[in-house]
Structures are given as C-alpha cells and as structure tokens.
C-alpha cells in the first residue's frame, strides 16, 4: 500500500532525514515544510494520506497545527456543515504527532485534540512506517513505551483506581462487545467485518461509547476498558 504523507517539522536535518528515510521504504513524501503557518491550505491541495507532526515548532505549535486542521480546515464549508467536514476528515486524513516528548500532558492533550498517532522520534525507522500503515488503515497508535503514561492519565493524577463502574454500566452488550474490540486496537473497518454491521453502525457506537464514558478519544476509552480488565471479541 503506497502512502502520501505531509511532513511538518522545523528542524532541517531531522526533516531532511526522516524524509530520504520515508521515501527509501517506498512512501510519498509530497510536502516537507518547516512551519504549520500555511499548512491549511497546503494540506487542502495535496489531500495526503496522513499528517506528521512535530510537536515544538515556533510561531505555532503542533497541537495548534492539529486543532486548526481539525476546526477549519477548508473556509468554504459555512458554519452549520463543519462539523459534519471536521468529522470525515478525523476519520479519513489521519493527523499524527511526531515528537521527543514523554510529557502525559502532550500525550492526552494530542489525542483530545484529534490525533490518531502519538509516536517518538526514537521509533526505530521500520517501526515507524508500520505504526503509519496500521494509522491509515484507522487503527489509532500510541508509541508503546508511552502506554503507562497513558493508562496513569486515565485512571487519574493520584494514582488511584478509576471510578468507572458507574459510566460502564451505561453501555449498552453492543457499545460493550465494541470498546473491547477497541481495546485490541482494531479499527472501525475490522469491527464491522468482525459484527457483521456497517462502518456507519460502527462509528455511531464509538461516538455514544466516547460519550457514555467521557473521554475524547478512541485511545482514551480503549486504555479505560484494559485498565478494567473489559475482554474483546475472542
């Protein structure tokens, strides 16, 4: 499967290097630029398979970069239809943070704001296109050192056992069976093959799950249902 990619960074030789790096295991890199200032507009024209991101960037940062794709990625849609816009395009451009920070507050604050992939710039090389592939594929990735990062943000800063009875109990054996599914980290896609439902069927019950449990993103209630113990389909 080829893929087009975007890179934004702005340090020269890491971009430069990533860059041959992509392109020698056979992906497109069809952008590489150093600032997120323009890169509405260039990610509109180019309409690339997946977004890289670094993280500390001058001018704007990187979550900025991510939250002003995700909220307004194309001025011509009027107000009343963004949502609608902002929504196919989390599910069908994949944005993904590529950085040096561990920080839990980056991490969650990432993939609230609408990234699929949260990797580290240490990732050994083929590692890395494996976690693009699996993102494109709509799987969402978490690099596997920063899983307890992740797993400490859920169950909260002190430590403790979450309180999350209560918003299980509020789903429904379907909306279960699902986030267990979630928990495996299979994508939208592979749950409807596995339920024998619809993508559509399968999106409307991830967004009532998110709901019913409070969180802003697939990986957030995927870590909640591990942290529980929740099994997926066998």
């Known amino acids: 499967m080829s893929l087009k ?51 500390r960037m001058p001018d ?54 609408g990234a699929q992939g949260y990797l580290l710039k240490d990732m050994e090389p083929d590692a890395l296109v494996i976690a693009l592939r699996d993102i494109v594929a709509g799987k969402t990735v978490v690099a596997p050192d920063l899983a307890p990062i992740l797993a400490r943000a859920v169950r909260g800063k002190d430590g403790g056992t979450p309180e999350i009875s209560g918003p299980f109990d509020e789903l429904t054996p379907r909306e ?32 009532a799950i998110l709901r019913k449990l409070e969180v802003h993103s697939r990986v957030e209630a995927a870590v909640m249902a591990v942290v529980k113990g929740l099994p997926g389909k066998n």
């Open 176 to 207: 279960t069976e699902i986030l267990g599914l979630l928990a495996e980290g299979q994508s939208n896609k592979a749950i409807a093959r596995n339920l024998g439902i619809s993508d559509g069927t399968v999106k409307l019950h991830v967004k």
């Open 5 to 55: 990619i975007v890179l934004i960074d702005d340090h020269t030789l890491f971009r430069v290097g990533l860059e041959g790096l992509l392109t020698s295991r056979g992906i497109e890199v069809a952008a590489s630029v150093d600032n997120g200032v323009d890169c509405v507009s260039l990610v509109s024209e180019i309409k690339p398979d997946v977004v890289l991101l670094d993280m």
């Open 60 to 113: 704007i940062s990187g979550i900025g970069v991510l939250k002003k794709l995700r909220e307004n990625l194309s001025p011509i849609f009027p107000e009343e239809t963004r949502e609608r816009v902002s929504f196919l395009l989390e599910n069908e451009m994949p944005i993904v943070m590529l950085t040096t920070s561990t920080e839990e507050t980056d991490l969650v604050e990432s993939l609230r704001a």
